[in-house]
């Protein structure tokens, strides 16, 4: 190849490299939740399996929302809530419990899931889908995050917790709940200009 064209092709290369390295990380994120929320998902019904598994399950769908086999509108604004909510949440839950944060296992949720939650801006850059976001999607992330809530704590499907009170952590799910749907549904199509991101999306190939 001449050098021309390493020159050429060369930034896409490392962006389809950087992308595989984003998805595997997701996808061992997927993995390693999906192992700890077992023994919970094995007790409770199949149907309410979709409840159960937050992260993995937001963390699951943005990858196919980065590879672009899921370029639903809808999905996609849900996804981004998911990303922000539960990571949001996680990490609350990590410093309200103190043991966590002594033990290098919650050291390493916590990296994670800093990622997880400002990987929802990412989001913005696929597919150009901010500037199509319509009140509908708004509503249904809302009604959707509140059905979650309500089967987390009038069920007790919420992810297991070391403390016998909840109530604050309860409380912070139903506050992010109320606060960051409409927050990401104004600053969408902020994200899909703000150049770091569209940089950073044109490094992974999200974006041309």
Known sequence: MAPDSWKTALPGIIGY????FLILANM????A?????????????????IFIPDCPLYVFLACLVLLKIVQGRTLVFVTAVGLAKYGLW????????????????????????IA???????????GGVAAKLERKDLVIAAAWFLLNDALDYILD?????????ITLVMVFALLCTIAIPP?????????????????VGKVLR???
């Open 17 to 20: 490299y950087a992308l595989g």
């Open 28 to 31: 061992a994120g997927v993995a």
């Open 33 to 49: 939740g999906i192992y700890t929320y077992w023994p919970q998902l094995a007790k409770e019904s199949p149907l309410l399996w």
């Open 90 to 113: 996680t990490l609350f839950v990590l410093f309200y419990y103190p043991n966590y944060i002594a033990s290098l296992e919650g050291q390493i949720l916590i990296v994670e899931h």
């Open 116 to 126: 997880m939650t400002a990987e929802f801006a990412l989001l913005a850059v696929v």
């Open 157 to 165: 499907i919420h992810p297991y917790l070391p403390g016998q009170d």
């Open 183 to 199: 927050a990401i549904y104004l600053a969408w199509p902020g994200l899909a200009k703000n150049r770091f991101i569209i940089k």
């Open 206 to 208: 999200l974006r041309n």
